[in-house]
């Protein structure tokens, strides 16, 4: 019932027709920079070129557009379809505003009204507002997201709310956060504009501004104001076992603690910055209120955070790096990418600090953004906090799953003894357009993730649940 490996190839482009969500400005540059992009409406629908491929259409060319027409739900006219398959949900936006909405618009449905006998749990309890210009502001502000502010990404512009930004807290209608004054919105960074202000009061969103000098400086601060909503008793956020977790990325190498944003959303952690070769002063005073209890986790090698640095660290607490490093099959470090830091930081289990996804088998929740899509990445952290937990992997490529993100889906892939029935299953979540992650390399995906049979002596990837569950 297994297949053999394969590789995906088509010919030509396949043209899959979305719906669009809205206008804004598509930003891929790693280094921040804000590429335009032409205004659409809807991603563009492009048939095969030539002679259609005989293997791709044995009975010949579908035409006549989509097949059905998918309606929203009653109730609900700003809801979008969403593309899945059987493991894979494309989460669809052709722009950083529209990404965001999508992942709002999968979450929460917010169909209860606000009166509902049992609150309103399908509601979040505020948002958190951003640029689509600043990827190091975006990464500082993501622990705002976790309880109990439950707070998602939606992005702003320096000029006011776009409208389909506007319309999704409006069909959001965040319910505040009662332990915070009853604050439905959180303006960080350049979010912070009188233009922003203006309309979130014209429609009685009641919002806190959180600003400061520096990216150093701002977590410092997003630290200090969560710590204070989930553990007003300290003010640091602090894990079950009584840890104090920390994760610290370099701001010369942002891509590489882009993954923690997910696990941050998801537990109470605290995200700070160093340089390659220093450590700022606000990043000291935050470690500093932990008295020496901090489990600090480095995102990244020695070429990222630097042995000196990390030797700094070390007397605020114990020191952690979140590496693709093996000290005892190595001789020397392999060289550390963004790609392949995700995979590591998705099989890592540090029991200590409770920290960690360690999906070594399968059963569960992953989400596949190109590596250019930094707002992408940040506005699908919510994924990992409500649903399927979903950890963050890259691909590298619009077009090709990377080999290694290929092996380690292959490496999780569900099987059977008995009946699929029985399951475990996994689910992915695409993000972005078709051009960051084409149909072809999202079913690559679907392909790795589809159910085996461990009776099929051929097959020699794949697992159970009880592979990768936590603490074992």
Same mark, same amino acid.
């Given at each position: 019932? $297994? ?22 400005? *598509?930003?891929?540059? %790693? ?36 097949? /059905?027409?998918? #309606? ?12 899945? @398959? ?11 505003? &529209?990404? %965001?909405?999508?992942?709002? &618009? $999968? ?8 009166? +509902? ?5 399908? !509601?979040? !309890?505020?948002? @958190? ?20 502010? =439950?707070? #998602? ?25 009662? *332990?915070?004054?009853?604050?439905? +919105? ?12 203006? &309309? ?36 640091? #956020? @602090? ?55 901090? !489990? ?17 660290? +070390? ?5 952690? !790096?979140?590496?693709? =490093? ?25 029991? +200590? ?24 990445? /940040? ?25 290694? /993100? ?28 078709? =051009? ?7 079913? &690559? ?10 009776? =099929? @002596? ?15």
């Amino acid at each position: 019932m $297994h297949k053999k490996s394969r590789v995906l190839a088509v010919t030509g482009t396949i043209g899959v027709v979305a719906l669009a969500l809205g206008l804004g400005s *598509r930003v891929l540059s %790693a280094s921040g920079e804000t590429a335009a992009v032409a205004r659409q409406t809807a991603p563009t629908t492009t048939a095969p070129p030539g002679a259609p491929d005989p293997n791709l259409y044995p009975f010949g060319v579908p035409a006549g557009g989509v097949g /059905v027409q998918v #309606p929203p739900p009653p109730g609900s006219p700003t809801l979008s379809p969403t593309i899945a @398959t059987k493991t894979t949900t494309r989460i669809f936006g052709a722009d950083p505003f &529209q990404e %965001a909405v999508s992942v709002t &618009q $999968h979450i929460w449905p917010s169909a209860l009204p606000t009166n +509902a006998p049992n609150g309103t749990p399908d !509601r979040p !309890r505020a948002v @958190t507002l951003l640029t689509t210009d600043d990827p190091l502001t975006a990464i500082t502000a993501t622990p705002i997201i976790h309880f109990p502010d =439950d707070a #998602p990404v939606l992005y702003v512009t320096n000029n006011g709310v776009p409208d389909i930004t506007l319309n999704e807290i409006k069909r959001l209608g965040p319910s505040g956060i009662d *332990r915070y004054n009853n604050v439905d +919105a959180f303006l960080v960074g350049a979010a912070s504009n009188p233009a922003v202000q203006n &309309q979130l009061k014209q429609i009685g969103i009641k919002y806190v501004d959180v600003t400061a000098g520096s990216v150093p400086d701002l977590a410092n601060k997003v630290d200090q104001l969560y710590g204070s909503i989930t553990n007003p008793d300290t003010g640091i #956020p @602090t894990m079950d076992n009584g840890m104090m977790d920390v994760v610290i990325g370099s701001t010369d190498a942002y891509q590489f603690v882009l993954p923690a944003t997910h696990w941050v959303s998801h537990m109470a952690t605290g995200l700070f910055w160093v340089t390659k070769d220093s450590v700022p002063q606000a990043t000291v005073d935050a470690l500093k209120r932990r008295n020496g209890q901090a !489990r600090i986790y480095l995102f990244g090698g020695p070429g990222q955070i630097s042995s000196s640095v990390a030797s700094k660290l +070390a007397q605020y607490g114990s020191v952690i !790096r979140v590496t693709n =490093d093996d000290n005892v099959a190595y001789n020397a470090p392999p060289a550390d990418t963004p790609e392949e830091t995700a995979i590591a930081f998705s099989k890592m289990w540090d029991s +200590a600090g409770e920290f960690g996804w360690k999906i070594t088998g399968p059963g569960h929740g992953f989400t596949l953004v190109n590596i250019n899509d930094w707002a992408g990445a /940040v506005a699908s952290s919510p994924l990992s906090h409500l649903g399927f937990h979903a950890p963050l992997l890259f691909t590298d490529s619009p077009t090709t799953l990377p080999a290694d /993100v290929d092996a380690y889906f292959k490496s999780v892939e569900p099987t059977f003894l008995n009946t699929p029935a029985d399951g475990p299953y996994n689910m992915t979540y695409a993000i972005g357009s078709w =051009d960051q992650i084409s149909w072809p390399e999202e079913l &690559q995906v679907e392909y790795d993730s589809e159910m085996g049979n461990r009776r =099929d @002596t051929s097959l020699n990837t794949g697992g159970t649940y009880g592979d990768s569950a936590p603490g074992t």
